[in-house]
Each structure stands twice: as structure tokens, then as C-alpha cells.
């Protein structure tokens, strides 16, 4: 990394699309000199040793590097192809309706391909937890002028796994005194979970400078990241099954691989002029690309009764219970962007001020599509000892034509009864079938001057075109799909004006006062926005898009204190204002159902302050060999939010609570951050070591009745490194 810093004083020159603050990173291009590493590392946690007992995919045929074979979809069910619609029970005559017929040979092959799928995690054995990284880059002389490189690659294999996990879905049951909402329990259900991910990565940098006012460099990233997961969840039934009145037990099993990845490159270009003043212009071109795949995430669902039956009766399907479903999603999104900035320096203007303009253009579009398959077996009921195998389902005794009844000889087609097994159906939709488009265009100014000594003043305004679309798109033709409402909105054409005035002033060589008030945006993901409604295997329920949502404009002031009081030293105080007009939010629709959805709220604000301080141990006098070279960091930040609940929302609560306020806390807000080091570094010995804590207030996670909040998840952290030789370092980890 060449340098890292947070958008503060400059922001117009970046896009105006964030809501609290950016940090720009940028890579370094030039070495100092050549420059090699190596690093190998491995783990294991209290939860997963390796060695130790997890749950696997036993049909997964993935590699060690998380590539994915075997999972395509049937050849006959890709392209155009409508498969029919069967029922368990069928009149026909073979031999005068031989494509109904074909239609259920079919059904069977369909059924039995599926079928050789495991929709039930095993036990496995937990491989070590490993990672490795490599690095080097050097500088060369070209043509008189310094050609340079960094090149490095990344690779890390984890497994994270829990076995005492709690999924719960709660109701209200009216409100206290207090006015609190009093929450009832619905549902309880255990959970185990396993996930092994694995991360591929690298970059390529590659700058040339020529002379000492030109610079161009190009640099390229790619990321692979797969992760399988495999999850149990059961427990009591909140429905009734069977109609027996035995004691219930639901049980979900999920099995699924998920691969992501990104591509990307960036050309940039940096020159100055000194025969024009030293006017610089800085331009740059990029391009990314990334990919979804998910194939065959599997999901099986089935009740066990116990009691009047004498067994352990296992119930797939029906009414009461989630098909056996299979999904397959792809999604590909591209990137592309140009960037001009022009910079004229104070020099140039006679010491007035010194004058940056500049523009950016942004294309992104993504395609999603999705296939959904489900096996139907229409509450099947299996006694004995094999209702406690799932394989039973998926037995030949479940599958294809289970019995043909002779034709009635008085019907004159002379048709036969035929008894079906489980039945086969494409349940795609077309709206999970999405494009989308996003065009940005943007122009800003601003300008940097000295209206005194020690007071700086940064203002400036920016121009954005937003322009967002989704259009929901027929799967065998691939056409976009007219809305049914007519007053649907499925574009989002606005243009902002967001001007940003920032003032600093230097009390003192080591302390600043600052001051900024800014506007800024932020744009609904397509994901937020896409009639697209995903099931969400632990809730047992779906979290859909919106496209009603707008964009939210958010109004930012802020006041900074700040004291460098020794090198490397900081002590700061600050307060922030935001107001933000349609802010997002994921809310509840129907906790029986467990339906979400995300959607704009009128208006939000947040007021807060922030404590910073990092001071090494000598300051305050502390002396020794090993207190000298102590530091101590802590950053404490308080917020209140607060939002204007809207007439829906609020006539929701009101049926709970007449009295129920028109104000809460803003979604996934915390009241109070808190993050707290205690850091040793010892450049003589080579040796480094530091204690991290970080811990947020409980906030609210999702909206609803009654509200779902994320209670506090204390993080304890240690790390530690000891340089053995000039080139060899080791290093522990352990993380709470």
C-alpha cells in the first residue's frame, strides 16, 4: 500500500455516492528497491480443530482450491424447453397419447438426476486452516527513466463451524407499562453450520516515469472466493403435520457451494506542466468484471412424528412443509469508468487560490438469472426404520410410475391409471430474472484557498446524473417483461447538485481546528432494488428487493479537533449532523412468513461524537526498557439516531400500542463504538505485539413488530511477531 488516508477536505473529487466517509487507498507502483517475500501461515479454533468432526457436502465435488464440478444443470432442461405440469395421479392411453407418455419418462429421469444430489450434510473430518503469500517488485532503468513493478499472489483455505447455534422466529404479544413491545416466541430451533472458504488472489502494478513530471501506470487485481456450506436446523414445529397431535420435530438441511470473482485493470495517467505554470492533469481508464455462480443450492425439509404411530413416521412435503428445492443463480456485472482531473496551483493563480476541475463517467451492468426446480412428493408419510434416512425419499420406491391401474372397461379411451412418485417442476420465475443498468455521470469544481494566515477554506460543488434501471426479463426469450402496474417505477433519473465547503484552522504548528458541511448521496444496490426475492434458509423465510426505492441525499456537518502532540501521537474530538432524506432500510413484512423486504423511510437524522487518542507511554513520563515503547489507542464513538416512522409502519405499531411513538433508531445504527489497543513495538529487537478490543452497542438489525436488534459482540484480539533473522519473521494470532 503507498498510502492510505481518509476523504475528508477533498471530497468533490471522488464520487459522491457514500454516506459517512471513504478511505482512498492506493497501491504503490515504484519500489525503493527490489523486494521479495514469503509468508505461510495455518489455525484452528476452539470450535473447529483439525481433525475434528464437521458437517460436509457428500456430494460435492469440489477441489481444494474451491473449484466446482458436476453441478450443471440437466441438458434437458436448458434452452427453451417448458417442461409439463404432472400431478401424482394420470389417466392415459399409452398408445394414443405418447407424448404424455414421453412427458412422464421424463419426470422419472428428471427425478432420479436430482435424486443422486445428497440434500443431507454428513459428518466429515476438518482440514487445517492454512494461508500463503508472495510478493516482489523491483525498479528498473529504461530509456533513462524508472520502469517499476509489484506482482503478488494470495491464498488462504479456512473452515468455520458451529454446532449450538439458535434460530429462533418471534411474534408480538402486545407492550409493558413501559410501552416496550413484549416479544413471543414462535419458534426455536437448533443449528449447526459449516462453511470452508476459499480465497485466490494477486495483483500486477506495473509504473513508468518519465522524466520527473510524467508518470503511467497500469494496475491489475484479481479475486477468486468459493465457500461450501452445509447446515442442519431442527426443532419443535410451530405448525401442525399429520393431524396425529404427536409431538413435531421440523427439520431444514441446506447444502450449497457459492464461487465469486473478480477481474479488474486500471490505466492511469499523471502529468505536470512547468513551461504552463505547473498545471497537472491526472486521467485514468478502468475496467472490472465479476461473476456469480451458484450452483445447486439444495434444500430438503421434513417432519418427524412420534408417538401414536409406533415409530418415527417422517413427513416430506405437503402443505405445511417447503418442497425439496434446488437453485441455480449466475450473475456477471462490468464495470467501466474514465476520469479526468485538471489541477492549477496556487503559482499559477499569483498565491489566490489553487483551482481543481475534473469529470467521471461509470457504466456498470449486471444480468441475473435464476432456476428454481422443486420435488414434489405431496406430503409423503414413510413408517418404519427408513423414515430416519432421507435417502427413503429418494428410493426407487419413490420414484417414477409406481403402479398402473387397468383401464375401466367401460371408458371408451380405454385409459389406464397411472400412480406417480415424486413429481419434477420448474418453478422459475421471472422475476428473479433481472438486467440492470447504472450510467453515472459527473462534474465537479472546487477550489483551495487562504483567506488568513493559518486558515484554509476548500469549497466546491459537484454535478450527478444518476441514472439506474432494472428491467425483469422473460427466461426463454430474454426479453424485458412489461410491468402489470402501470405506475410501476423500475428506474431511478435524477440529477444533484452536492456542494462541500471545508474550513481548517491551524491553532498551532501541531493543532487543527476543522470544519465541513457537505451533501452527499447514496444509491440503492441492484440487489435492494431488483424484484428479486431470494428464501433465506434460516429464517425460512424470503428477503426481497424494492424497486420503488429511491436514492437517499444526505446533509453532513462536522467539527474536528485535533492534536499532534508528539510524533505519532494524536489526541481529537469530534461532532458530526446527518440528516438523510429516503434512507434504506430492511424490514419485516410478515413474521409468520418470515418475508422481508428493504425499503425507503422518509427521513433519518444522526447526531454524534467521537473520542481519539493514541499516545505512546513515555508522554507521561513512563520510562524503562519496555514501557518506552508501549502505546495506547482508543476511539470511542456515541450516536443517536433517530427515524420518522412512515403511516404504514406506524399504523402497524399502533394496532399493537395506540401510544407508540413516531420516532426509532435508525437501522443497523449502534449507539456507542468503542475500539481500545495496547501496542509493543521494539524496532531493535524486531519484535511487535498488541492487545485489540472492539465492541458495538446493540442496534437494531431489522424493522418490524416486534423489532429484531443485534445485541453487542465483544472482539479480543492478539498479535504478536518476532523478527528471528533480517529476512525472517514469525507471527501469532489468537482472536476471541
Same mark, same amino acid.
Given at each position: 500500500?503507498?498510502?492510505?488516508?481518509?476523504?475528508?477536505?477533498?471530497?468533490?473529487?471522488?464520487?459522491?455516492?457514500?454516506?459517512?466517509?471513504?478511505?482512498?487507498?492506493?497501491?504503490?507502483?515504484?519500489?525503493?528497491?527490489?523486494?521479495?517475500?514469503?509468508?505461510?501461515?495455518?489455525?484452528?479454533?476452539? &470450535?473447529?480443530?483439525?481433525?475434528?468432526?464437521?458437517?460436509?457436502?457428500?456430494?460435492?465435488?469440489?477441489?481444494?482450491?474451491?473449484?466446482?464440478?458436476?453441478?450443471?444443470?440437466?441438458?434437458?432442461?436448458?434452452?427453451?424447453?417448458?417442461?409439463?405440469?404432472?400431478?401424482?395421479?394420470?389417466?392415459?392411453?399409452?398408445?394414443?397419447?405418447?407424448?404424455?407418455?414421453?412427458?412422464?419418462?421424463?419426470?422419472?429421469?428428471?427425478?432420479?438426476?436430482?435424486?443422486?444430489?445428497?440434500?443431507?450434510?454428513?459428518?466429515?473430518?476438518?482440514?487445517?486452516?492454512?494461508?500463503?503469500?508472495?510478493?516482489?517488485?523491483?525498479?528498473?532503468?529504461?530509456?533513462?527513466?524508472?520502469?517499476?513493478?509489484?506482482?503478488?499472489?494470495?491464498?488462504?483455505?479456512?473452515?468455520?463451524?458451529?454446532?449450538?447455534?439458535?434460530?429462533?422466529? #418471534?411474534?408480538?404479544?402486545?407492550?409493558?407499562?413501559?410501552?416496550?413491545?413484549?416479544?413471543?416466541?414462535?419458534?426455536?430451533?437448533?443449528?449447526?453450520?459449516?462453511?470452508?472458504?476459499?480465497?485466490?488472489?494477486?495483483?500486477?502494478?506495473?509504473? #513508468?516515469?518519465?522524466?520527473?513530471?510524467?508518470?503511467?501506470?497500469?494496475?491489475?487485481?484479481?479475486?477468486?472466493?468459493?465457500?461450501?456450506? +452445509?447446515?442442519?436446523?431442527?426443532?419443535?414445529?410451530?405448525?401442525?403435520?399429520?393431524?396425529?397431535?404427536?409431538?413435531?420435530?421440523?427439520?431444514?438441511?441446506?447444502?450449497?457451494?457459492?464461487?465469486?470473482?473478480?477481474?479488474?485493470?486500471?490505466?492511469?495517467?499523471?502529468?505536470?506542466?512547468?513551461?504552463?505554470?505547473?498545471?497537472?492533469?491526472?486521467?485514468?481508464?478502468?475496467? *472490472?468484471?465479476?461473476?456469480?455462480?451458484?450452483?445447486?443450492?439444495?434444500?430438503?425439509?421434513?417432519?418427524?412424528?412420534?408417538?401414536?404411530?409406533?415409530?418415527?413416521?417422517?413427513?416430506?412435503?405437503?402443505?405445511?412443509?417447503?418442497?425439496?428445492?434446488?437453485?441455480?443463480?449466475?450473475?456477471?456485472?462490468?464495470?467501466?469508468?474514465?476520469?479526468?482531473?485538471?489541477?492549477?496551483?496556487?503559482?499559477?493563480?499569483?498565491?489566490?487560490?489553487?483551482?481543481?476541475?475534473?469529470?467521471?463517467?461509470?457504466?456498470?451492468?449486471?444480468?441475473?438469472?435464476?432456476?428454481?426446480?422443486?420435488?414434489?412428493?405431496?406430503?409423503?408419510?414413510?413408517?418404519?426404520?427408513?423414515?430416519?434416512?432421507?435417502?427413503?425419499?429418494?428410493?426407487?420406491?419413490?420414484?417414477?410410475?409406481?403402479?398402473?391401474? $387397468?383401464?375401466?372397461?367401460?371408458?371408451?379411451?380405454?385409459?389406464?391409471?397411472?400412480?406417480?412418485?415424486?413429481?419434477?417442476?420448474?418453478?422459475?420465475?421471472?422475476?428473479?430474472?433481472?438486467?440492470?443498468?447504472?450510467?453515472?455521470?459527473?462534474? #465537479?469544481?472546487?477550489?483551495?484557498?487562504?483567506?488568513?494566515?493559518?486558515?484554509?477554506?476548500?469549497?466546491?460543488?459537484?454535478?450527478?446524473?444518476?441514472?439506474?434501471?432494472?428491467?425483469?426479463?422473460?427466461?426463454?426469450?430474454?426479453?424485458?417483461?412489461?410491468?402489470?402496474?402501470?405506475?410501476?417505477?423500475?428506474?431511478?433519473?435524477?440529477?444533484?447538485?452536492?456542494?462541500?465547503?471545508?474550513?481548517?484552522?491551524?491553532?498551532?504548528?501541531?493543532?487543527?481546528?476543522?470544519?465541513?458541511?457537505?451533501?452527499?448521496?447514496?444509491?440503492?444496490?441492484?440487489?435492494?432494488?431488483?424484484?428479486?426475492?431470494?428464501?433465506?434458509?434460516?429464517?425460512?423465510?424470503?428477503?426481497?428487493?424494492? $424497486?420503488?426505492?429511491?436514492?437517499?441525499?444526505?446533509?453532513?456537518?462536522?467539527?474536528?479537533?485535533?492534536?499532534?502532540?508528539?510524533?505519532?501521537?494524536?489526541? *481529537?474530538?469530534?461532532?458530526?449532523?446527518?440528516?438523510?432524506?429516503?434512507?434504506?432500510?430492511?424490514?419485516?413484512?410478515?413474521?409468520?412468513?418470515?418475508?422481508?423486504?428493504?425499503?425507503?423511510?422518509?427521513? +433519518?437524522?444522526?447526531?454524534? *461524537?467521537?473520542?481519539?487518542?493514541?499516545?505512546?507511554?513515555?508522554?507521561?513520563? &513512563?520510562?524503562?526498557?519496555?514501557?518506552?515503547?508501549?502505546?495506547?489507542?482508543?476511539?470511542?464513538?456515541?450516536?443517536?439516531?433517530?427515524?420518522?416512522?412512515?403511516?404504514?409502519?406506524?399504523?402497524?405499531?399502533?394496532?399493537?400500542?395506540?401510544?407508540?411513538?413516531?420516532?426509532? $433508531?435508525?437501522?443497523?445504527?449502534?449507539?456507542?463504538?468503542?475500539?481500545?489497543?495496547?501496542?509493543?513495538?521494539?524496532?531493535?529487537?524486531?519484535?511487535?505485539?498488541?492487545?485489540?478490543?472492539?465492541?458495538?452497542?446493540?442496534?437494531?438489525?431489522?424493522?418490524?413488530?416486534?423489532?429484531?436488534?443485534?445485541?453487542?459482540?465483544?472482539?479480543?484480539?492478539?498479535?504478536?511477531?518476532?523478527?528471528?533473522?533480517?529476512?525472517?519473521?514469525?507471527?501469532?494470532?489468537?482472536?476471541?
Amino acid at each position: 500500500i503507498g498510502s492510505c488516508g481518509d476523504v475528508l477536505e477533498h471530497p468533490r473529487c471522488v464520487t459522491g455516492s457514500f454516506s459517512g466517509g471513504l478511505v482512498d487507498i492506493n497501491t504503490r507502483s515504484f519500489p525503493e528497491q527490489m523486494t521479495a517475500s514469503l509468508s505461510v501461515s495455518t489455525g484452528a479454533s476452539t &470450535l473447529v480443530t483439525p481433525g475434528g468432526e464437521i458437517l460436509v457436502d457428500p456430494t460435492a465435488s469440489v477441489s481444494y482450491f474451491g473449484t466446482a464440478t458436476d453441478f450443471e444443470i440437466p441438458a434437458e432442461l436448458q434452452g427453451d424447453r417448458v417442461l409439463p405440469v404432472l400431478s401424482r395421479q394420470l389417466r392415459l392411453n399409452p398408445e394414443a397419447d405418447p407424448e404424455l407418455l414421453a412427458d412422464i419418462q421424463l419426470n422419472e429421469r428428471l427425478v432420479d438426476a436430482f435424486g443422486s444430489r445428497s440434500v443431507a450434510p454428513e459428518a466429515g473430518t476438518a482440514a487445517p486452516n492454512v494461508s500463503a503469500s508472495g510478493a516482489f517488485g523491483n525498479r528498473f532503468n529504461v530509456l533513462g527513466n524508472d520502469l517499476g513493478f509489484i506482482v503478488s499472489g494470495t491464498f488462504d483455505r479456512g473452515v468455520s463451524s458451529y454446532d449450538e447455534g439458535i434460530v429462533g422466529r #418471534y411474534g408480538t404479544a402486545g407492550e409493558n407499562e413501559d410501552g416496550q413491545q413484549l416479544p413471543q416466541l414462535r419458534q426455536r430451533r437448533n443449528d449447526q453450520r459449516t462453511t470452508i472458504a476459499s480465497n485466490l488472489g494477486g495483483i500486477a502494478n506495473a509504473a #513508468y516515469r518519465i522524466g520527473q513530471f510524467n508518470e503511467v501506470s497500469l494496475n491489475t487485481l484479481f479475486s477468486r472466493n468459493a465457500e461450501s456450506e +452445509a447446515r442442519f436446523i431442527s426443532g419443535p414445529a410451530p405448525f401442525p403435520i399429520g393431524g396425529t397431535g404427536d409431538p413435531i420435530t421440523v427439520t431444514d438441511r441446506v447444502v450449497g457451494h457459492t464461487e465469486r470473482q473478480l477481474a479488474s485493470a486500471a490505466l492511469r495517467g499523471r502529468h505536470e506542466f512547468p513551461g504552463a505554470g505547473g498545471i497537472g492533469v491526472e486521467w485514468r481508464g478502468s475496467y *472490472a468484471a465479476t461473476e456469480l455462480n451458484e450452483p445447486d443450492l439444495r434444500f430438503f425439509a421434513n417432519a418427524n412424528l412420534t408417538g401414536a404411530s409406533g415409530g418415527n413416521d417422517l413427513v416430506v412435503g405437503g402443505a405445511s412443509l417447503n418442497n425439496t428445492l434446488h437453485f441455480f443463480r449466475e450473475s456477471t456485472e462490468t464495470l467501466g469508468g474514465l476520469g479526468l482531473d485538471l489541477t492549477i496551483p496556487e503559482r499559477t493563480l499569483g498565491g489566490i487560490a489553487q483551482i481543481k476541475v475534473g469529470g467521471l463517467y461509470e457504466n456498470t451492468a449486471r444480468d441475473f438469472r435464476e432456476r428454481r426446480f422443486e420435488i414434489l412428493s405431496e406430503g409423503l408419510q414413510l413408517g418404519g426404520e427408513d423414515a430416519e434416512s432421507v435417502d427413503a425419499f429418494f428410493s426407487e420406491a419413490n420414484s417414477g410410475v409406481l403402479e398402473v391401474l $387397468p383401464a375401466n372397461p367401460r371408458d371408451p379411451q380405454q385409459r389406464q391409471t397411472y400412480l406417480l412418485g415424486n413429481i419434477f417442476r420448474d418453478g422459475t420465475q421471472d422475476n428473479n430474472q433481472y438486467d440492470g443498468g447504472l450510467d453515472v455521470a459527473a462534474g #465537479y469544481a472546487m477550489a483551495e484557498f487562504s483567506l488568513i494566515d493559518r486558515l484554509r477554506v476548500i469549497a466546491g460543488a459537484r454535478y450527478e446524473r444518476t441514472d439506474l434501471s432494472i428491467d425483469v426479463v422473460n427466461r426463454l426469450t430474454g426479453e424485458a417483461v412489461a410491468p402489470e402496474d402501470p405506475d410501476f417505477s423500475n428506474q431511478i433519473d435524477e440529477n444533484d447538485i452536492l456542494p462541500s465547503l471545508n474550513i481548517v484552522y491551524a491553532l498551532t504548528d501541531k493543532m487543527n481546528l476543522r470544519t465541513a458541511a457537505t451533501r452527499t448521496l447514496a444509491r440503492p444496490t441492484f440487489r435492494e432494488i431488483a424484484p428479486f426475492c431470494a428464501f433465506d434458509f434460516g429464517t425460512d423465510g424470503e428477503l426481497c428487493g424494492n $424497486p420503488e426505492l429511491n436514492r437517499t441525499l444526505i446533509s453532513n456537518l462536522d467539527l474536528r479537533w485535533e492534536w499532534f502532540n508528539t510524533p505519532g501521537s494524536l489526541l *481529537a474530538a469530534s461532532l458530526y449532523y446527518k440528516d438523510l432524506e429516503s434512507p434504506i432500510e430492511r424490514v419485516i413484512i410478515d413474521n409468520d412468513n418470515g418475508l422481508q423486504e428493504f425499503q425507503n423511510v422518509p427521513n +433519518a437524522t444522526i447526531l454524534g *461524537a467521537e473520542f481519539e487518542a493514541r499516545q505512546r507511554l513515555e508522554t507521561f513520563g &513512563l520510562t524503562g526498557p519496555v514501557l518506552r515503547n508501549l502505546s495506547l489507542g482508543g476511539n470511542l464513538t456515541v450516536t443517536r439516531s433517530e427515524i420518522t416512522i412512515g403511516e404504514t409502519e406506524l399504523a402497524e405499531r399502533r394496532t399493537v400500542n395506540p401510544d407508540a411513538a413516531d420516532t426509532r $433508531p435508525l437501522q443497523g445504527q449502534s449507539p456507542f463504538l468503542v475500539n481500545l489497543d495496547l501496542a509493543y513495538g521494539n524496532d531493535r529487537s524486531g519484535t511487535t505485539a498488541g492487545v485489540y478490543l472492539n465492541v458495538f452497542g446493540r442496534r437494531l438489525s431489522r424493522v418490524g413488530v416486534p423489532d429484531v436488534y443485534e445485541n453487542p459482540s465483544p472482539q479480543l484480539d492478539f498479535v504478536a511477531s518476532q523478527k528471528l533473522l533480517d529476512q525472517v519473521k514469525v507471527k501469532l494470532s489468537i482472536k476471541n
